[in-house]
């Protein structure tokens, strides 16, 4: 019934044994009467039968399956499950491995019920029993295959699970979660094994995927959430059995990879109900710190047992939630028990990570580490060290600022450095000879120029404060004032860990116009009002005369009244209609005259009026000649000419402390002197041209129907329409010509495209086989294999009825095979293909089976992780942080300058006359020493009593304010 080694592949598959159409249906009339005949005594050939038969059916057939068959295929198989046969149960499990339910069989879904407790209880068993094997693993994946099963198919028909009689009812969605996920949870809370424990938190990592993207905002999620946390403690609350070859760590790492995955959803639990006031956020943030408490290591001894990828994993899973959790929840107080003084302490999520990430630093800045490889490379408490300074430098950098344009994820640190916007003469503010300057001026040039010094502060940031033109004048307007900045703008470009970033400031004078100054002082404040308003008068009940409600509740002006109109008495109405409590007078508006008192005589009211009509013409006077003053005055101003060009640098660097003496021990200056600076150039391009974030390249394969080798499969330039679907939700199209992140390697050639996708912290670059182009066939195939080939995590998505193999494509990388296969259900079959080295890694595991709408997200989330786990097993891999850091720290030890406070400051306040005075040559001609020698000479005496002196001098803190009994000069100290 069986052949192998058989060449056609119109019905077998190369390497498999293959069942002849023809003896199908004979074999399975044998094998059924075999179990169903067979006496106790030949238990070990019904057994045999078991496995045979369930080989057969799940075998995938270039034909369909005929219903007769899988009547009795399915008979046996529930009657094996209903006869209670441990034996008869593990073998069947074992058997249909993960084949099972993706056939798409029109009754298959009926043995569900019947499926989930036997895996259930078979994950709660040990390993062996009585010296046999326990299928745990295929238990497991038979249950985490089903996950999505109730979202996409809504009902299921399923049989009742009674001994006596089958009877097909109908379960809706909730019920078939809760039976799956119940069973899920149940086999994998008392499971010490640690692949099938990694392979049921993968099933509870996508059923939380599924739920929150299909918005299922009523099913509860926080008991899987609450196991994934309390998985973060396995290794120090169980004993977890770990196969050959595994490493103890390998359960911690995973559930916080898991954790980091699930991170990307964070916006998607505001609604959900079992997030009331951030409870979710509060479990899994709380969680990540409490295993990270844990893993403190308080020796070195103890830091080689928790493995510094625990507590690197744990970290960046912590960094990832807190950059996606909404600020809100971030700032929410919340009780943390009590105090040192028995009081209730509250602290905020964000003030509880930066604590924990503070104190695992301190902890293994303890520590004395001198285990090292290799020179250059971190010793493990360094490594701990370098992790947590990079996650608070990046949350303090990036945290509600990504990305930081709409549609623009390529972007995470600057692309400016020290010699842009120096492209034409007039923005040459360098050096001397401007004119004989060339406008590509070389980058050696720029550094050793006048308007630029860079600094070292705090021995991590390289700063470089740049003076340049700003041809551009901004302004900024207000209602009486007018900002105009200088013709200069003081550039900062900061590189650390995270990256480069470039701070311009301007400086803002009081423009020439301003009316607060030119204006004429009878000109009226001009206001933004309507062209026109209406009143009228009425008579109240109190007595009082009020206007009428106007159309605009503005004021009166000159603008919206008639010529010859009287603005006072027009205000003094509007006063009085907007603010009746104003009216002093119960029987008068204010704009009604008051009588004239009866006391005053005609004489006193002439000489009043007299007086007024005097005041009135002196002013109009004084008026009339103080502006034209005053105009002619500014107009005339000229502004000087400024020659410092680093003057607004300087004023900024003062503002900002860094020209204090307090802070002298944390900033340096650079050597930029012409001697070296092309080594600190080449240095610096090195730096930057280093990546600032975790970058990764994947492949992405489309094998249609019936190709079976490479120039086939290589000559595709589109797939089916549902592979098209899935590359637009995997990432984004971009241009390589305009691209400006991460390109993995591809040309930049103008109408090229690729699929790319980046958040704060991955940058990923697919290379799509169907977008590779080329001039010609071989071209095409030549560009495909070169990047392909060197790939070492593949994506391939396979229309073909036969499994995809390795050997298909053969290079020498690609040592993680993700493969998807579209079911005829509308679900996603996954099959990982992994080498022995890699470690386990997840969302998606061996047999997963997804729904449409979470399929690129888990693709691409497992292609991540495999990447990574790939590169946890090359030796010498460091991170990108890490590289960042070791190129920083060779700048800062080779360029760093040792100098006195007097120095420092000199040479901040003019950077040319500093490097010149430094490269001044030393003099040749036999005059210029004899010189030398006689000035030596003489003053001899004077340099010995100096010198003596000098040495005696106590070390102060501030030599500047020394005082001087002797009238000699205070003797700089150098800081360190």
Same mark, same amino acid.
């Not at 019920?113 to 038979?142: H, M, R, S, Y």
């Not at 301190?362 to 490379?377: C, F, G, I, M």
């Not at 500014?634 to 003496?661: E, K, V």
């Given at each position: 019934? +069986?052949?192998?080694?058989?060449?056609?592949?119109?019905?077998?598959?190369?390497?498999?044994?293959?069942?002849?159409?023809?003896?199908?249906?004979?074999?399975?009339?044998?094998?059924?009467?075999?179990?169903?005949?067979?006496?106790?005594?030949?238990?070990?050939?019904?057994?045999?039968?078991?496995?045979? !038969?369930?080989?057969?059916?799940?075998?995938?057939?270039?034909?369909?399956?005929?219903?007769?068959?899988?009547?009795?295929?399915?008979?046996?198989?529930? &009657?094996?499950?209903?006869?209670?046969?441990?034996?008869?149960?593990?073998?069947?499990?074992?058997?249909?491995?993960?084949?099972?339910?993706?056939?798409?069989?029109?009754?298959?879904?009926?043995?569900?019920?019947?499926?989930?407790?036997?895996? +259930?209880?078979?994950?709660?068993?040990?390993?062996?029993?009585?010296?046999?094997?326990?299928?745990?693993?295929?238990?497991?994946?038979?249950?985490?295959?089903?996950?999505?099963?109730?979202?996409?198919?809504?009902?299921?028909?399923?049989?009742?699970?009674?001994? $006596?009689?089958?009877?097909?009812?109908?379960?809706?969605?909730?019920?078939?979660? *809760?039976?799956?996920?119940?069973?899920?949870?149940?086999?994998?809370?008392?499971?010490?094994?640690?692949?099938?424990?990694?392979?049921?938190? +993968?099933?509870?990592?996508?059923?939380?995927?599924?739920?929150?993207?299909?918005?299922?905002?009523?099913?509860?999620?926080?008991?899987?959430?609450?196991?994934?946390?309390?998985?973060?403690?396995?290794?120090?609350?169980?004993?977890?059995?770990?196969?050959?070859?595994?490493?103890?760590?390998?359960?911690?790492?995973?559930?916080?990879?898991?954790?980091?995955?699930?991170?990307?959803?964070?916006?998607?639990?505001?609604?959900?109900?079992?997030?009331?006031?951030?409870?979710?956020?509060?479990?899994?943030?709380?969680?990540?710190?409490?295993?990270?408490?844990?893993? /403190?290591?308080?020796?070195?001894?103890?830091?080689?047992?928790?493995?510094?990828?625990?507590?690197?994993?744990?970290?960046?899973?912590?960094?990832?939630?807190?950059?996606?959790?909404?600020?809100?929840?971030? &700032?929410?107080?919340?009780?943390?028990?009590?105090?040192?003084?028995?009081?209730?302490?509250?602290?905020?999520?964000?003030?509880?990570?930066?604590?924990?990430?503070?104190?695992?630093?301190?902890?293994?800045?303890?520590?004395?580490?001198?285990?090292?490889?290799?020179?250059?490379?971190?010793?493990?408490?360094?490594? /701990?060290?370098?992790?947590?300074?990079?996650?608070?430098?990046?949350?303090?950098?990036?945290?509600?600022?990504?990305? %930081?344009?709409?549609?623009?994820?390529?972007?995470?640190?600057?692309?400016?450095?020290?010699?842009?916007?120096?492209?034409?003469?007039?923005?040459?503010?360098?050096?001397?000879?401007?004119?004989?300057?060339?406008?590509?001026?070389?980058?050696?040039?720029?550094?050793?120029?006048?308007?630029?010094?860079?600094?070292?502060?705090?021995?991590?940031?390289?700063?470089?404060?740049?003076?340049?033109?700003?041809?551009?004048?901004?302004?900024?307007?207000?209602?009486?004032?007018?900002?105009?900045?200088?013709?200069?703008?003081?550039?900062?470009?900061?590189?650390?860990?995270?990256?480069?970033?470039?701070?311009?400031?301007?400086?803002?004078?009081?423009?020439?116009?301003?009316?607060?100054?030119?204006?004429?002082?009878?000109?009226?404040?001009?206001?933004?009002?309507?062209?026109?308003?209406?009143?009228?008068?009425?008579?109240?009940?109190?007595?009082?005369?009020?206007?009428? $409600?106007?159309?605009?509740?503005?004021?009166?002006?000159?603008?919206? &009244?008639?010529?010859?109109?009287?603005?006072?008495?027009?205000?003094?109405?509007?006063?009085?209609?907007?603010?009746?409590?104003?009216?002093?007078?119960?029987?008068?508006? %204010?704009?009604?005259?008051?009588?004239?008192?009866?006391?005053?005589?005609?004489?006193?009211?002439?000489?009043?009026?007299?007086?007024?009509?005097?005041?009135?013409?002196?002013?109009?006077?004084?008026?009339?000649?103080?502006?034209?003053?005053?105009?002619?005055?500014?107009?005339?101003?000229?502004?000087?000419?400024?020659?410092?060009?680093?003057?607004?640098?300087?004023?900024?660097?003062?503002?900002?402390?860094?020209?204090?003496?307090?802070?002298?021990?944390? /900033?340096?200056?650079?050597?930029?002197?012409?001697?070296?600076?092309?080594? !600190?150039?080449?240095?610096?391009?090195? %730096?930057?041209?280093?990546?600032? *974030?975790?970058?990764?390249?994947?492949?992405?394969?489309?094998?249609?129907?019936?190709?079976?080798?490479?120039?086939? /499969?290589?000559?595709?330039?589109?797939?089916? =329409?549902?592979?098209?679907?899935?590359?637009?939700?995997?990432?984004?199209?971009?241009?390589?010509?305009?691209?400006?992140?991460?390109?993995?390697?591809?040309?930049?050639?103008?109408?090229?495209?690729?699929?790319?996708?980046?958040?704060?912290?991955?940058?990923?670059?697919?290379?799509?086989?169907?977008?590779?182009?080329?001039?010609?066939?071989?071209?095409?195939?030549?560009?495909?294999?070169?990047?392909?080939?060197?790939?070492?995590?593949?994506?391939?998505?396979?229309?073909?009825?036969?499994?995809?193999?390795?050997?298909?494509?053969?290079?020498?990388?690609?040592?993680?095979?993700?493969?998807?296969? =579209?079911?005829?259900?509308?679900? #996603?079959?996954?099959?990982?293909?992994?080498?022995?080295?890699?470690?386990?890694?997840?969302?998606?595991?061996?047999?997963?089976?997804?729904?449409?709408?979470? !399929?690129?997200?888990?693709?691409?989330?497992?292609?991540?992780?495999?990447?990574?786990?790939?590169?946890?097993?090359?030796?010498?891999?460091?991170?990108?942080?890490?590289?960042?850091?070791?190129?920083?720290?060779?700048?800062?030890?080779?360029?760093?300058?040792?100098?006195? #406070?007097?120095?420092?400051?000199?040479?901040?306040?003019?950077?040319?006359?500093?490097?010149?005075?430094?490269?001044?040559?030393?003099?040749?001609?036999?005059?210029?020493?004899?010189?030398?020698?006689?000035?030596?000479?003489?003053?001899?005496?004077?340099?010995? &009593?100096?010198?003596?002196?000098?040495?005696?001098?106590?070390?102060?803190?501030?030599?500047?304010?020394?005082?001087?009994?002797?009238?000699?000069?205070?003797?700089?100290?150098?800081?360190?």
């Amino acid at each position: 019934m +069986c052949q192998r080694g058989i060449t056609s592949r119109g019905f077998m598959k190369r390497g498999d044994f293959v069942y002849h159409r023809g003896f199908m249906n004979r074999a399975e009339k044998i094998l059924s009467t075999a179990i169903q005949t067979l006496p106790a005594t030949h238990r070990e050939g019904k057994l045999a039968a078991y496995k045979l !038969l369930c080989s057969i059916g799940i075998f995938n057939h270039d034909v369909s399956t005929t219903t007769d068959f899988l009547d009795i295929f399915l008979l046996i198989i529930s &009657q094996g499950f209903l006869s209670g046969d441990e034996d008869i149960i593990y073998v069947i499990i074992s058997s249909c491995k993960v084949d099972f339910f993706h056939r798409c069989w029109p009754s298959s879904a009926l043995l569900l019920p019947l499926f989930t407790p036997a895996c +259930c209880e078979i994950g709660q068993k040990p390993n062996f029993v009585d010296e046999k094997t326990i299928p745990k693993v295929e238990a497991l994946t038979l249950l985490s295959r089903l996950v999505c099963f109730p979202n996409h198919f809504e009902q299921l028909d399923v049989l009742t699970n009674n001994e $006596k009689h089958f009877a097909s009812v109908l379960m809706d969605r909730t019920s078939l979660k *809760r039976m799956i996920m119940r069973d899920l949870i149940k086999a994998s809370q008392n499971d010490v094994m640690l692949e099938s424990r990694e392979i049921a938190l +993968c099933g509870l990592a996508i059923f939380l995927c599924e739920e929150l993207k299909h918005q299922r905002t009523e099913s509860p999620i926080r008991p899987f959430l609450l196991f994934i946390v309390e998985c973060l403690q396995g290794q120090s609350k169980k004993r977890t059995s770990v196969a050959e070859g595994e490493h103890p760590a390998d359960s911690t790492v995973f559930a916080a990879d898991m954790v980091r995955f699930l991170a990307s959803y964070a916006p998607l639990f505001i609604s959900h109900r079992d997030n009331h006031s951030g409870q979710l956020y509060t479990l899994i943030i709380d969680g990540l710190i409490s295993s990270l408490r844990s893993n /403190i290591p308080a020796d070195i001894g103890a830091l080689m047992r928790n493995n510094v990828r625990i507590i690197k994993s744990l970290i960046f899973a912590l960094l990832d939630w807190i950059l996606h959790v909404p600020t809100s929840y971030l &700032q929410q107080q919340q009780q943390m028990g009590r105090d040192t003084k028995n009081q209730e302490a509250s602290t905020t999520a964000i003030q509880r990570t930066f604590s924990i990430l503070i104190d695992v630093y301190r902890a293994t800045h303890s520590l004395n580490d001198e285990h090292k490889v290799q020179d250059n490379e971190l010793t493990l408490s360094q490594s /701990i060290k370098l992790c947590c300074k990079f996650a608070i430098l990046f949350l303090l950098n990036e945290h509600s600022h990504f990305p %930081l344009t709409e549609n623009e994820s390529s972007l995470i640190t600057t692309n400016v450095h020290e010699g842009h916007d120096w492209s034409s003469p007039s923005k040459q503010l360098t050096v001397q000879n401007e004119e004989n300057l060339n406008p590509n001026q070389s980058d050696e040039l720029i550094i050793h120029s006048s308007n630029i010094q860079l600094f070292v502060i705090h021995d991590d940031f390289l700063v470089s404060f740049v003076e340049i033109p700003n041809d551009k004048v901004n302004e900024l307007t207000t209602d009486s004032q007018q900002f105009i900045s200088r013709t200069t703008v003081c550039r900062t470009i900061i590189r650390d860990l995270c990256g480069r970033y470039c701070w311009d400031n301007y400086a803002f004078n009081i423009s020439s116009n301003s009316k607060t100054i030119t204006s004429p002082f009878n000109n009226p404040i001009e206001l933004s009002l309507p062209t026109k308003s209406t009143y009228q008068i009425e008579e109240t009940t109190r007595g009082i005369t009020v206007l009428e $409600k106007f159309e605009s509740l503005q004021p009166p002006t000159i603008q919206n &009244q008639p010529p010859n109109t009287d603005i006072l008495d027009k205000l003094l109405q509007y006063i009085t209609f907007h603010s009746p409590e104003l009216a002093f007078y119960s029987d008068r508006t %204010l704009n009604e005259v008051s009588p004239t008192p009866t006391s005053i005589s005609s004489h006193d009211e002439n000489a009043i009026i007299k007086m007024i009509t005097e005041q009135e013409t002196a002013e109009q006077n004084y008026d009339s000649s103080s502006s034209e003053k005053t105009e002619q005055y500014i107009d005339n101003t000229i502004q000087p000419s400024r020659h410092d060009r680093f003057a607004l640098c300087r004023s900024h660097i003062t503002q900002l402390g860094l020209m204090m003496f307090e802070n002298r021990q944390n /900033i340096d200056l650079l050597n930029t002197t012409k001697h070296n600076c092309d080594q !600190l150039l080449r240095e610096l391009k090195n %730096l930057d041209s280093l990546n600032c *974030r975790e970058t990764h390249k994947i492949a992405v394969i489309y094998v249609g129907y019936g190709q079976e080798d490479k120039p086939s /499969i290589f000559s595709n330039t589109h797939g089916s =329409p549902p592979y098209e679907e899935f590359l637009t939700h995997l990432g984004w199209q971009v241009e390589l010509s305009k691209h400006t992140g991460f390109r993995g390697g591809l040309h930049p050639l103008p109408n090229t495209y690729s699929i790319y996708y980046a958040n704060e912290l991955v940058e990923i670059m697919f290379h799509v086989a169907t977008m590779i182009d080329g001039s010609n066939d071989e071209d095409r195939l030549r560009k495909k294999t070169r990047h392909i080939g060197n790939d070492e995590v593949q994506i391939i998505w396979t229309e073909h009825y036969h499994e995809y193999d390795r050997s298909t494509i053969a290079t020498a990388f690609g040592d993680v095979l993700i493969v998807i296969h =579209p079911l005829p259900n509308g679900l #996603y079959r996954i099959k990982i293909d992994k080498t022995s080295q890699t470690t386990n890694f997840g969302p998606l595991f061996d047999g997963a089976i997804v729904d449409k709408l979470i !399929l690129p997200e888990l693709v691409r989330a497992t292609a991540i992780n495999a990447s990574r786990a790939r590169r946890t097993t090359l030796n010498n891999h460091c991170e990108f942080y890490e590289e960042r850091h070791r190129i920083i720290n060779s700048i800062i030890h080779k360029h760093k300058r040792e100098t006195t #406070y007097e120095e420092f400051l000199a040479q901040s306040f003019t950077p040319l006359a500093a490097k010149t005075l430094d490269e001044t040559p030393k003099p040749n001609s036999q005059i210029e020493r004899r010189d030398q020698s006689s000035n030596a000479v003489n003053t001899t005496n004077s340099n010995v &009593q100096i010198g003596s002196q000098r040495q005696r001098q106590p070390t102060r803190n501030f030599p500047f304010l020394t005082p001087n009994n002797n009238n000699n000069a205070p003797t700089p100290i150098t800081r360190r």
